[in-house]
């Protein structure tokens, strides 16, 4: 029997309080070393022993948090908190999005673990984290009728119709979606058939009749040339966006989810569309900053204008500091850093060149964007003991940045500093969450502490205190520095447009 790495890694997990440092256990010094040469008896469960619900991209090692994260709470109190709880900053829409790719057991108690799997589908889907998505179904399979159909939009979304329409074709119960099934049909040549099944489909109301109307034009384009066109939906599902996409009448995709901005990465749009789309999505942590400066910097802007001058200034500024010049450096950022805040992409700019801003003495306005741009980092605290403390604002931002309670009695002119100085001095853990956390509702406890942290950010200084001191008692101490430091620093900024 051939065993998967990932159930090799089970194994040794289970075998490894045995072998704890420092300790030994009487009964296997006593034991015999082998009754004989053979291979030992392996006893395996399969992954899906657990259900689908507990996969995941990032196992414990990776993310730190136990495969029990889920395990204690009601499934529709996760349901609940996870469509409803908002990421405020970068550093809150990094950690949900950890949570959803994590390995991690369902709900125990009530629980359906297609469903779970599937809220967290939906989660990533929603934030234009496709190939995510896709890899995890990937490896659980699409054996439930509500993973198929998952599949089916994520495949559909991205181009790739042919093996949807295979698989449903050698599995017809996989799916009860007789559009899919019309569409896929008349892909594989037997227009004929297709055309049956919409009027039967029809006949049975198992369509809507703008539906129906999309696939007749579809099955037959020509019969309906001087028919009245289509009103767009405003969200399409994939399979309409395709269809639409058939009938020489591509949707654009701006004004749709952001899922569908995952489409126009590949540039066949133009590449304005394509810095669009990529805005949309590094906005919100679903693309790297490098795959962003690099399309950035892909060529000369032809134009001025919104994402032009983005453009034309990210450039000069990466010249200016290739250049190594610090008078020009300074220039340069002063005028990069405003159309960044305007795009809101402070948090990947300063990704990208904190660091190296962090070399140069610059002066003026500059270095207090410097300053900014580091804390803003994920090298904040490396970075920070490079900063001069010549100010107050420095100050108690490098002290979050340790992870220290800053001076209360000497803080700066800006919004949120008492509530946050006070999450990094002796406040604790709400009661309420730390029975929860005893329960073994972990997960459900971070949620709470994200929606904390936004009603904090909406002006409520106990909610923020009480979210920073739950963070760090979780352990989540970067998440809790970070961000802090991007609620004051991303509000202040706000504040200057």
């Known amino acids: 029997m051939q065993i998967k790495p990932i159930l090799w890694a089970q194994l040794a997990l289970a075998v490894l309080p045995t072998f704890a440092a420092g300790q030994s256990s009487p009964a296997a010094q006593n034991a015999p070393v082998a009754q004989s040469a053979l291979p030992p008896k392996i006893e395996s469960t399969p992954l899906q022993a657990q259900g689908p619900g507990a996969v995941g991209l990032l196992p414990s090692s990776k993310t730190g948090l136990p495969g029990t994260l889920w395990l204690g709470s009601d499934p529709k109190t996760l349901s609940n908190l996870i469509r409803a709880v908002e990421q405020p900053v970068p550093a809150l829409r990094g950690l949900m999005r950890t949570l959803m790719l994590a390995e991690a057991d369902p709900p125990q108690t009530g629980a359906n ?20 998505a896709l890899a995890m179904l990937d490896i659980v399979g699409v054996d439930d009728p509500q993973l198929f159909s998952r599949w089916a939009d994520l495949n559909l979304l991205v181009g790739r119709p042919e093996p949807v329409c295979r698989t449903l074709m050698v599995r017809p119960r996989l799916s009860n979606d007789f559009a899919l099934r019309i569409y896929c049909t008349a892909r594989g040549g037997d227009w004929n058939r297709a055309a049956l099944i919409l009027r039967s489909a029809e006949t049975l109301g198992e369509l809507d009749s703008r539906n129906a109307d999309l696939l007749a034009r579809f099955l037959d384009h020509e019969l309906h040339e001087d028919s009245q066109t289509l009103l767009p939906p405003v969200r399409p599902t994939p399979l309409e966006f395709r269809l639409f996409e058939a009938l ?3 949707l654009p995709t701006a004004p749709l989810p952001l899922q569908f901005s995952v489409l126009d990465l590949g540039g066949d749009n133009g590449w304005r569309a394509q810095l669009e789309a990529a805005e949309r999505l590094a906005r919100i942590g679903s693309l790297p900053a490098n795959q962003l400066l690099g399309l950035y910097t892909q060529r000369r802007a032809a134009a001025s204008g919104g994402v032009w001058d ?41 990704e990208l060149f904190a660091a190296e801003l962090a070399k140069y003495k610059l002066t003026g306005r500059a270095t207090d964007i410097t300053t900014r741009a580091v804390f803003l980092s994920p090298q904040f605290e490396e970075l ?14 490098t002290a979050i940045a340790r992870g220290e309670a800053p001076e ?29 956390v005893e329960q073994g509702r972990l997960g459900e406890v971070i949620l709470r502490a994200m929606s904390l942290f936004t009603s904090g950010a909406q ?39």
């Open 408 to 436: 209360s009695d000497n803080l700066p002119d800006l919004d949120h500093v008492a509530a946050v100085a006070l999450g990094f001095g002796a406040a604790q853990i709400p009661r309420a969450l730390q029975e929860q």
């Open 248 to 250: 020489g009448e591509p």
């Open 310 to 350: 983005r453009v034309s200034a990210l450039q000069d500024f990466e010249q200016e500091l290739s250049n190594g010049r610090p008078d020009a450096i300074g220039r340069a950022l002063e005028k990069v850093w405003p159309q960044m805040r305007s795009a809101r992409l402070l948090d990947p700019f300063a």
């Open 113 to 132: 673990s297609v469903a779970h799997l599937g809220l967290r589908l939906d989660w990533l889907l929603d934030h234009g984290a496709v190939d995510e």
């Open 384 to 397: 920070s003991v490079q900063l001069a403390q010549n100010d107050v604002e420095t100050r108690f931002l």
């Open 459 to 497: 002006g409520n200084g106990q909610d923020l205190t009480d979210a920073l001191a739950t963070f760090r008692a979780l352990g989540l101490e970067s998440t809790a520095r970070r961000s802090a430091l991007q609620l004051v620093i991303l509000d202040a900024e706000r504040a200057r447009r």
